[in-house]
């Protein structure tokens, strides 16, 4: 039985909500298959981003003109927004840069001393890998041959010099679920704090930190729909507290007097400077969109599209996948893998996708070096999905790389 018209594709309607999608190259339209690296934007974020610099250019929590006011009231209305998408209180969201300044800003402010150690996986992103590398010792769990981290080893590796766990909740080379869950319980039995790099699972799994129970948790808006230059750090109110300032400056301050200064109660005091009020209104406006499409439904469709990915992948002579062997149903809409084709690299494969087929897809390293090395991976193509791609493109993409496979 042929599938009803939009039975596989049940977002396919928001194809026209983007309009990058738009674009063409030597004359045909791109197949955008990196949302991984930085996803297009809809038409509504634009639209509240060129809103904001249009009708309310104005500073947050410090003018006294209606300007400043609308500001504030949209600055803090995309901190609900995000308080809501992850069913948390606003009190408990900090608005950074991306996901790597929230981790930076957990690993500066728990101040640890020589010998401390936090617990991770060989294969997280350099944003989740560097910043406890540079202020602790990481003890990272093993891979397996497939490139898949020995979950099971975190009991083993916790020590009395352990401070915290840290851990992807999707990877951002295999696209692999992590049971976070397993390493929250391991952790608070210990009494250790536990942060979630949600920089990749937000776009596609619902995320609620209060049944995660987690302690703190990031996510950076251009992989949620949203601007470049603006994400979260989430962090229990009590964690949040005990965390030494990261940046001082405008903004953070109650008080500032010649005998020394009274900063602003969390989440404030993290917040420095003038923030990106248009970003941060922006990824509001994203996270309202992926809200109303039902993150259930995001799920079901990254899950569908992820399946069809890895089999037909499976089927390619000369592909090796990144984690082939995970469940199907703990996978997102992405796969990272190589292909062997005469005097081409990984990197080159991407470019010939692009060039030739107007497939736009990641190829190098995806700052994951260690997974490569231990895995003697001379780089990996990763191809990635949103809500805005369907089951054609993936077979469109399928059928070029068995196009390429049999040069």
């Known amino acids: 039985m042929t599938p009803a018209p939009g039975a596989l594709d049940p977002l396919a309607h928001t194809r026209a909500d983007f309009p990058l999608l738009e674009r063409t190259v030597d004359g045909r339209p791109i197949v955008y298959l990196d949302s991984a690296s930085t996803a297009p934007k809809p038409r509504c974020v634009i639209d509240a981003v060129v809103g904001m610099y249009s009708r309310h250019t104005a500073n947050v929590h410090r003018g006294v003109h209606v300007l400043s006011e609308e500001a504030t009231e949209a600055f803090e209305g995309a901190r ?107 952790a608070h039995a210990r009494g250790l704090p536990v942060l979630v790099d949600a920089a990749q699972s937000a776009s596609h799994l619902p995320i609620d930190v209060r049944a995660l129970d987690c302690d703190f948790l990031v996510l950076s808006g251009h992989k949620l729909l949203g601007p470049s230059g603006v994400g979260v750090l989430y962090g229990k109110r009590d964690r949040l507290a005990q965390l030494a300032l990261y940046q001082t400056g405008g903004g953070m301050v109650r008080h500032h007097g010649d005998d020394g200064f009274t900063p602003h109660d969390v989440p404030q005091r993290f917040e420095a400077g003038t923030p990106n009020i248009e970003g941060a209104v922006g990824l509001g406006a994203a996270l309202s969109y992926l809200r109303g499409l039902a993150m259930d439904a995001v799920r079901a469709h990254s899950l569908a599209l992820g399946r069809r990915l890895i089999e037909g992948l499976r089927e390619i002579p000369g592909v090796r996948i990144v984690a082939g062997s995970a469940p199907l149903e703990r996978r997102i809409g992405l796969a990272t893998f190589t292909l062997e084709a005469a005097g081409l690299s990984q990197e080159s494969l991407a470019r010939v996708l692009c060039d030739r087929y107007q497939i736009i897809a990641s190829g190098g390293y995806h700052c994951a070096h260690i997974l490569h090395d231990r895995m003697k991976l001379a780089g990996t193509v990763r191809i990635s999905t949103h809500v805005f791609n369907t089951h054609a493109e993936i077979e469109r993409a399928l059928a070029a790389l068995r196009e390429i496979a049999a040069w």
Request: without cysteine; charged residues 20%; aromatic residues 6%.
């Open 80 to 186: 609900a927004e995000v308080a809501s998408f992850l069913n948390a209180s606003p009190a408990e969201i900090v608005f950074t840069r991306n996901s790597t300044e929230g981790i930076n800003l957990v690993a500066h402010g728990l101040g640890f001393a020589p010998g401390d150690e936090v617990v991770l996986t060989a294969l997280e992103h350099h944003s989740n890998f560097l910043p406890w590398r540079m202020a602790a010792r990481a003890v990272p769990v093993g891979l397996d041959d497939d490139g898949m981290p020995r979950y099971d080893e975190v009991e083993r590796l916790l020590s009395p010099r352990t401070r915290l766990l840290a851990l992807a909740q999707v990877s951002n080379t295999t696209g692999v679920v992590a049971p976070v869950e397993q390493w929250i319980a391991a």
